[in-house]
């Protein structure tokens, strides 16, 4: 066996915690979560994000789990994003953590711990866009320390429902457990489950992957459970997730039904244990955040490469195709 690091493809030992590492007494109790993941230095959707939390009622709480920062290599976007971002609870994702070291030659690259059906090439260009990004980081005083100072995983309660959160999966800060692909087969759900128990929670609030899934792993809650044990991958906050849909995406966890203000940007959700469980959309207007990719990552460039067409037209999914339910 081959135990070689490769930059962008390993996910590193500092990246591991273990499903057990969430079994404890919540941090924070709420009735209306939301968790926001892949902003990926977003700050047109940033703004979307904070106004529409500005919109709920109050015993909320908005939690950042990670990839934060991504497309922001203006220093001014990064240390506006970063200023805002950390006036809220923010976990770091594989891209902060990297920031964080300060090493240019660290290596795990990216620290995307891509699997093996994602191409050499979305691996080597993520690999020199973090390189780019460690320039930015390097001219913001003091921003390496305090992405280092983050943690990887969250427990907050909603009405007394266990959320466990977490950027990549139950085990690593770079997992892969919680994608939508690996969730079509029967091996890692089972495992999911496994996951859950160890865990001692109900629902996971992730990201890391890019594409969305709310996927539930019962038939119905039981052996003393209330919830339906569900997974909910936002998929990104930064990017479109659906096929000619331009917005982001949030997890929205909540006792309370979504604003009418808001209703309209409902992609997809879930009712479970009288919480409503929903993935809103977070309008991204194409007039404005366009050209400030643009400017960032012009045509011809590594990020422009691997982000455009997504950006322009959404992946090949639609919102019905992200809402999964086992039935054992």
């Given amino acids: 066996m081959n135990d070689a690091i490769v930059p962008g493809r390993s996910c590193p030992l500092h990246y591991r915690y273990g499903a057990r590492h969430l079994a404890r007494t919540a941090e924070a109790e709420c009735e209306t979560l939301y968790v926001v993941g892949g902003l ?15 919109a709920e009622r109050p015993s909320k709480r908005l939690v950042f789990n990670g990839d934060f920062h991504w497309f922001d290599t203006d220093p001014a976007i990064f240390a506006r994003v970063q200023r805002r971002v ?31 059906w994602v191409g050499d090439g979305v691996v080597e260009r993520s690999n020199r866009m973090l390189a780019a990004l460690r320039k930015t980081v390097a001219t913001c005083e003091g921003a390496a320390e305090q992405l280092a100072a983050l943690d990887m995983t969250r427990r907050i309660d909603v009405a007394g429902v266990r959320v466990g959160i977490v950027h990549g999966d139950a085990e690593s800060l770079a997992g892969w457990g919680f994608a939508a692909e690996h969730l079509r087969e029967p091996a890692p759900r089972a495992q999911a489950r496994a996951w859950f128990d160890q865990a001692q ?3 996971f609030a992730c990201s890391h992957t890019c594409l969305p899934v709310f996927h539930s792993l019962d ?10 044990r569900t997974v909910l991958n936002n998929g990104a906050a930064g990017m479109p ?30 009712r479970r244990a009288g919480l409503h469980i929903d993935a809103l959309a977070i309008d991204i207007p ?4 366009r050209p400030r990719f643009l400017a960032q990552w012009p045509a011809g460039s590594d990020g422009h490469e691997s982000y455009w067409q997504r950006i322009c037209a959404g992946p090949e999914l639609a919102a019905q195709d992200a809402l999964r339910s086992d039935v054992d």
């Avoid at 977003?42 to 500005?54: I, P």
């Avoid at 006036?87 to 070291?101: K, Q, S």
């Fill in 40 to 54: 990926y230095g977003n700050d047109v959707a940033l703004d979307a994000v904070l106004a529409m939390f500005d």
């Fill in 241 to 270: 997730n659906f096929c000619g849909d331009s917005s982001g995406l949030l997890t929205r966890i909540s006792v309370h039904p979504v604003p009418k203000a808001h209703a309209v940007q409902r992609r997809l959700g879930l």
């Fill in 219 to 228: 038939a119905e809650a039981g052996a003393g459970r209330r919830v339906v």
């Fill in 201 to 203: 929670v109900d629902l």
């Fill in 86 to 116: 950390l006036a809220f609870d923010a976990l770091r994702g594989n891209v902060e953590t990297e920031l964080a070291d300060t090493d240019a030659a660290a290596e795990a690259g990216c620290g995307c711990a891509y699997p093996a």
């Fill in 286 to 289: 194409p007039e404005r955040w």
